[in-house]
């Protein structure tokens, strides 16, 4: 009986606990378990299993560890841009809000008095907070005060 019981033993139990301490283990994040067996009854089909499949989670883990990585770059350098951005709209709204405060203008000649206490023409104002170029004309009205002999008033 005592033979039995160790042949039991040796055959049967310590290689559980071997296996058992082996997943306890990979549970708690330790993939550098390796089991081997040579042995062919189902002992021995279970311990090459969990070794085929200890690798498999190991590998999974730290292909999943560099994917994080990877998507944490990107998410940083989106969060980059994206601050940047935010800044360009500050300084745009900044620039809008300038333009549409009440602008100190000549009354005769009508240039605008910038920040900085300067005269310039309304046309480079505009241009500089906005970059909004200007094309010129003369209005009908006008036509008729600075070319009266063009004016077409009597046809």
């Given at each position: ?7 039991v ?17 990979v ?7 390796k089991?081997?067996?040579?042995r ?18 190991r ?27 935010m ?29 900085k ?7 480079t104002?505009?241009?500089e ?21 063009y004016?077409?008033d009597?046809?």
């Amino acid at each position: 009986m005592i033979v039995v019981g160790t042949t039991v033993h040796r055959i049967v139990l310590t290689p559980l606990a071997t296996l058992t301490d082996a997943a306890r283990g990979v549970s708690e994040g330790d993939y550098t378990v390796k089991l081997s067996s040579e042995r062919k009854d189902e002992i021995g089909t279970l311990t090459r299993a969990f070794s085929e499949m200890s690798v498999k989670v190991r590998d999974h883990a730290e292909n999943l560890e560099l994917r994080v990585q990877e998507r944490t770059t990107q998410l940083n350098e989106t969060n980059l841009s994206l601050h940047e951005n935010m800044e360009k709209l500050e300084d745009a709204l900044t620039k809008v809000k300038t333009l549409s405060s009440m602008l100190p203008i000549c009354a005769s000649c009508k240039k605008i008095r910038d920040d900085k206490g300067s005269w310039c023409n309304i046309e480079t104002y505009i241009l500089e907070h906005t970059g909004t170029e200007f094309s010129h004309g003369i209005c009908p009205e006008c036509s008729k005060k600075l070319y009266p002999e063009y004016s077409n008033d009597d046809r």
